[in-house]
Nanobody
Framework: QVQLVESGGGLVQAGGSLRLSCAASGSIFSINTMGWYRQAPGKQRELVAA???????NYADAVKGRFTISRANAKNTVYLQMNSLKPEDTAVYYC???????????????WGQGTQVTVSS
């Protein structure tokens, strides 16, 4: 089985920073894209940032220039450095990974349980 475990959420004042981490473990052969999504109350889940196994990145317009996604392939871990946080960044942040599962022998997308980020004004 595959597990994605996030950490690093919390409460921060506007203008502050947080760093989220997400570690994938279990029956993993290889990981393609890893990403971060967020869901605010009453809104749909949206992509924040994604990174391929070769390091190509993609960001939502709302976070460009403030957030940085990175990954440590040897650790099956993805990070999200969030700077200049705004109250509108408040949401539950989820990581996901598209990976080759050794048990199912196919590529599937897995999700973490989510971590709360709250930015106070």
């Amino acid at each position: 089985q595959v597990q994605l475990v996030e950490s690093g959420g919390g409460l921060v004042q506007a203008g502050g920073s947080l760093r989220l981490s997400c570690a994938a473990s279990g029956s993993i052969f290889s990981i393609n894209t890893m990403g971060w999504y967020r869901q605010a109350p009453g809104k749909q889940r949206e992509l924040v940032a994604a990174i391929t196994n070769s390091g190509s990145t993609n960001y939502a317009d709302a976070v460009k220039g403030r957030f940085t996604i990175s990954r440590a392939n040897a650790k099956n871990t993805v990070y999200l450095q969030m700077n200049s946080l705004k109250p509108e960044d408040t949401a539950v942040y989820y990581c996901n990974a598209n990976l080759h599962d050794l048990l199912t022998l196919r590529y599937d997308t897995y999700w973490g349980q989510g971590t709360q980020v709250t930015v106070s004004s």
